[in-house]
């Protein structure tokens, strides 16, 4: 009865349906993969090979050695040099300080090394290593490596490190590097150099170092490396190297630099000479200094803070960025600016009391020697340093016309030389101080300017702030005749490829027009204080012909009260200036020394200058010094 019912046709018929229903399903399905498969290995096979490709291949940046420094010998003063560095990739390490711990039991790892670790884990969060532990030794290599598989996010690298073979001689010219920071990659990606410093971790942050960044760099190269599944590198497919960065051959003496430093002992101060002929620095003295080796490798913070907080200040660079009123320094060119605006002959000469009143005026202001000087021409205001010559000769000078014949020489503009940071400095004028009381709050006779400030400005003090390579510049200038050099601290730039040099600075920058026979006027009176006048004791005996002048700079007023040093905390006491040239004709020295509270020019500053222009003239270094270079005596015997 159940066989009637059913309908073999309808039910073979609906199998049929439902057979052909899956068989399109099936079609369809093989269908898609087909037009997959196509659109994967026909359309998109270049993009997906390129992409397989990248995933077996990894480009690795290889950072060229940075270019060396020299002095103007040939003297290395910093290179590079090789080491083995345990890094640490902080994004594969779930626990750093226990990862720290058990590499401890390895290598030497001290507090100062974690100190300095954590200090760049903060200061450079976006690179992917970090130094741990530098100049491993090839045991502490070994075992690191035997060890390699227990620790993950931890690499043995060998990497160029920066050395800087004089320490502390010269810190301030050279700089130091040290690790990119945040700002610097914010500095090269504004400048677009992100791309050339793939794979490099230090740059140049002070001195040459920074200020010749893009020379000393070089080119990063590119190492195509066949990699494994576990990113580990597997082959070297090509290469092309990294191009070395330019050498620099530096105008400094080494030699000529390690006298100056050694002559101020525990002073702090300046000293700049300067080539006046070229506008080469020979010497540029900033004490203290520091070690730039410190900060290579990341400096700690003990050191840091030692640094940084120090009352002497080693960081800052006083012949860059010390403002010192230049004192008596100043009358020669105050002389030189009378003789050429015609307010004094050589031969005009005042009456000295010992003191000087403006017309009109209680205020007194006094000369350095009780009674005067006597009757003072323009050659014994130079040689005595009399004050009364320069008070009266203010008095009679239009300030703003005082300088604009200054300016050329260098006061109150920046001097353009080859590092960052220079200051400006004051050349005061009526409308500098109508600008720098601008401020609300000062009343409108502060902003006046006053027949008095004119009498404090002649004598190198008042508003007149300088830096001492401002100073030497000016000096230079003078001693060459007003022909302008502008002053340089690298004198070469060497290709690394070609080995090709380049000078940067062949040319003079301008030339004051000055008369022959003024400028003699006041050699001849600057010779005059080196034979007969303030510094005559420094320079007895000295075979050279030379220049000269004494200055003391006031750090705070006394108001009328006689100064004792004795009496006067250290640091409030007076700067001691001095500045030279030498030989008198035809100079190859120009020099500015200052020592901070110092007292007396002749005392402090006078002697470091001696001996820096002994050593220069003579290769030697005092009377009684052993010669280094009989070719510079005979030179000296020849003039």
Same mark, same amino acid.
């Given at each position: 009865?159940?066989?009637?019912?059913?309908?073999?046709?309808?039910?073979?018929?609906?199998?049929?349906?439902?057979?052909?229903?899956?068989?399109?399903?099936?079609?369809?399905?093989?269908?898609?993969?087909?037009?997959?498969?196509?659109?994967?290995?026909?359309?998109?096979?270049?993009?997906?090979?390129?992409?397989?490709?990248?995933?077996?291949?990894?480009?690795?940046?290889?950072?060229?050695?940075?270019?060396? #420094?020299?002095?103007?010998?040939?003297?290395?003063?910093?290179?590079?040099?090789?080491?083995?560095?345990?890094?640490?990739?902080?994004?594969?390490?779930?626990?750093?300080?226990?990862?720290?711990?058990?590499?401890?039991?390895?290598?030497?790892?001290?507090?100062?090394?974690?100190?300095?670790?954590?200090?760049?884990?903060?200061?450079? +969060?976006?690179?992917?290593?970090?130094?741990?532990?530098?100049?491993?030794?090839?045991?502490?290599?070994?075992?690191?490596?035997?060890?390699?598989? @227990?620790?993950?996010?931890?690499?043995?690298?060998?990497?160029?490190? @920066?050395?800087?073979?004089?320490?502390?001689?010269?810190?301030?010219?050279?700089?130091?590097?040290?690790?990119?920071?945040?700002?610097?990659?914010?500095?090269?990606?504004?400048?677009?150099?992100?791309?050339?410093?793939?794979?490099?971790?230090?740059?140049?942050?002070?001195?040459?170092?920074?200020?010749?960044?893009?020379?000393?760099?070089?080119?990063?190269?590119?190492?195509?490396?066949?990699?494994?599944?576990?990113?580990?590198?597997?082959?070297?497919?090509?290469?092309?190297?990294?191009?070395?960065?330019?050498?620099?051959?530096?105008?400094?003496?080494?030699?000529?630099?390690?006298?100056?430093?050694?002559?101020?002992?525990?002073?702090?101060?300046?000293?700049?000479?300067?080539?006046?002929?070229?506008?080469?620095?020979?010497?540029?003295?900033?004490?203290?200094?520091?070690?730039?080796?410190?900060?290579?490798?990341?400096?700690?913070?003990?050191?840091?803070?030692?640094?940084?907080?120090?009352?002497?200040?080693?960081?800052?660079?006083?012949?860059?960025?010390?403002?010192?009123?230049?004192?008596?320094?100043?009358?020669?060119?105050?002389?030189?600016?009378?003789?050429?605006?015609?307010?004094?002959?050589?031969?005009?000469?005042?009456?000295?009391?010992?003191?000087?009143?403006?017309?009109?005026?209680?205020?007194?202001?006094?000369?350095?020697?009780?009674?005067?000087?006597?009757?003072?021409?323009?050659?014994?205001?130079?040689?005595?340093?009399?004050?009364?010559?320069?008070?009266?000769?203010?008095?009679?000078?239009? #300030?703003?016309? +005082?300088?604009?014949?200054?300016?050329?020489?260098?006061?109150?503009?920046?001097?353009?030389?080859?590092?960052?940071?220079?200051?400006?400095?004051?050349?005061?004028?009526?409308?500098?101080?109508?600008?720098?009381?601008?401020?609300?709050?000062?009343?409108?006779?502060?902003?006046?300017?006053?027949?008095?400030?004119?009498?404090?400005?002649?004598?190198?003090?008042?508003?007149?702030?300088?830096?001492?390579?401002?100073?030497?510049?000016?000096? *230079?200038?003078?001693?060459?005749?007003?022909?302008?050099?502008?002053?340089?601290?690298? +004198?070469?730039?060497?290709?690394? @490829?070609?080995?090709?040099?380049?000078?940067?600075?062949?040319?003079?920058?301008?030339?004051?027009?000055?008369?022959?026979?003024?400028?003699?006027?006041?050699?001849?009176?600057?010779?005059?204080?080196?034979?007969?006048?303030?510094?005559?004791?420094?320079?007895?005996?000295?075979?050279?012909?030379?220049?000269?002048?004494?200055?003391?700079?006031?750090?705070?007023?006394?108001?009328?009260?006689?100064?004792?040093?004795?009496?006067?905390?250290?640091?409030?006491?007076?700067?001691?200036?001095?500045?030279?040239?030498?030989?008198?004709?035809?100079?190859?020295?120009?020099? *500015?020394?200052?020592?901070?509270?110092?007292?007396?020019?002749?005392?402090?500053?006078?002697?470091?200058?001696?001996?820096?222009?002994?050593?220069?003239?003579?290769? +030697?270094?005092?009377?009684?010094?052993?010669?280094?270079?009989?070719?510079?005596?005979?030179?000296?015997? *020849?003039?």
């Amino acid at each position: 009865m159940a066989s009637e019912l059913r309908n073999p046709q309808y039910e073979l018929k609906r199998f049929q349906s439902r057979l052909l229903l899956v068989g399109v399903l099936v079609f369809a399905a093989f269908g898609v993969l087909a037009g997959r498969f196509i659109w994967l290995q026909v359309y998109k096979h270049q993009h997906f090979q390129t992409l397989a490709e990248s995933n077996r291949i990894a480009n690795i940046p290889v950072p060229p050695s940075r270019g060396i #420094i020299t002095d103007r010998h040939g003297v290395v003063l910093a290179n590079d040099y090789a080491a083995y560095t345990l890094e640490l990739i902080p994004s594969k390490i779930q626990n750093l300080d226990e990862t720290i711990d058990k590499l401890a039991e390895y290598v030497e790892i001290t507090p100062k090394d974690r100190r300095r670790f954590r200090k760049l884990m903060e200061e450079a +969060k976006n690179f992917e290593t970090l130094p741990l532990r530098t100049r491993l030794s090839e045991e502490e290599v070994a075992k690191v490596a035997a060890n390699r598989f @227990r620790f993950p996010g931890v690499e043995i690298r060998s990497r160029a490190f @920066r050395q800087y073979p004089m320490g502390e001689s010269a810190s301030h010219v050279l700089g130091y590097i040290a690790r990119v920071s945040q700002k610097d990659q914010e500095r090269l990606a504004e400048a677009n150099l992100m791309g050339a410093y793939r794979g490099t971790d230090y740059i140049g942050k002070a001195g040459v170092e920074l200020s010749y960044e893009t020379e000393l760099h070089g080119i990063t190269g590119i190492d195509e490396v066949e990699v494994d599944a576990g990113g580990r590198a597997v082959r070297v497919l090509s290469r092309k190297p990294p191009v070395a960065g330019n050498n620099l051959q530096l105008s400094i003496d080494i030699k000529l630099q390690a006298i100056a430093e050694k002559a101020f002992e525990d002073k702090r101060g300046a000293l700049v000479a300067i080539e006046p002929s070229t506008g080469d620095v020979l010497a540029f003295v900033s004490k203290p200094g520091y070690d730039p080796n410190l900060f290579v490798e990341g400096i700690d913070p003990e050191s840091w803070k030692a640094l940084n907080e120090s009352p002497d200040k080693p960081l800052l660079n006083r012949p860059l960025r010390g403002a010192y009123p230049p004192g008596s320094t100043f009358k020669p060119f105050l002389a030189l600016a009378a003789l050429e605006m015609g307010l004094r002959t050589p031969s005009s000469a005042i009456s000295d009391p010992g003191y000087f009143y403006l017309p009109g005026s209680s205020h007194r202001f006094n000369d350095d020697k009780p009674g005067g000087h006597g009757i003072v021409d323009m050659y014994k205001s130079i040689v005595v340093s009399c004050d009364t010559y320069y008070y009266q000769l203010a008095a009679d000078m239009d #300030i703003d016309e +005082k300088a604009d014949f200054l300016r050329p020489f260098g006061f109150g503009r920046k001097t353009g030389i080859d590092v960052e940071g220079e200051l400006i400095g004051v050349l005061p004028t009526r409308e500098w101080k109508r600008k720098y009381y601008g401020a609300a709050k000062y009343r409108e006779e502060h902003r006046k300017w006053y027949a008095g400030d004119s009498v404090s400005a002649g004598i190198g003090q008042g508003y007149n702030t300088y830096t001492p390579l401002q100073i030497a510049h000016a000096m *230079a200038v003078l001693s060459n005749n007003g022909v302008v050099f502008k002053p340089h601290l690298v +004198k070469a730039i060497q290709d690394s @490829r070609s080995g090709e040099r380049r000078l940067t600075e062949p040319k003079p920058t301008d030339t004051i027009a000055l008369k022959a026979e003024y400028v003699n006027v006041i050699k001849n009176a600057m010779a005059g204080v080196n034979k007969e006048g303030t510094s005559a004791m420094v320079f007895k005996g000295a075979p050279y012909t030379n220049g000269g002048k004494t200055g003391t700079a006031q750090v705070f007023s006394l108001k009328g009260q006689k100064y004792e040093a004795s009496k006067i905390d250290e640091r409030l006491r007076d700067h001691a200036l001095f500045v030279a040239f030498a030989p008198l004709d035809k100079p190859t020295i120009a020099i *500015a020394v200052l020592v901070e509270n110092g007292g007396f020019g002749s005392q402090s500053a006078a002697p470091i200058a001696r001996k820096v222009l002994d050593f220069h003239m003579l290769g +030697k270094v005092g009377p009684d010094g052993d010669v280094a270079n009989t070719s510079a005596t005979a030179k000296v015997a *020849a003039r």
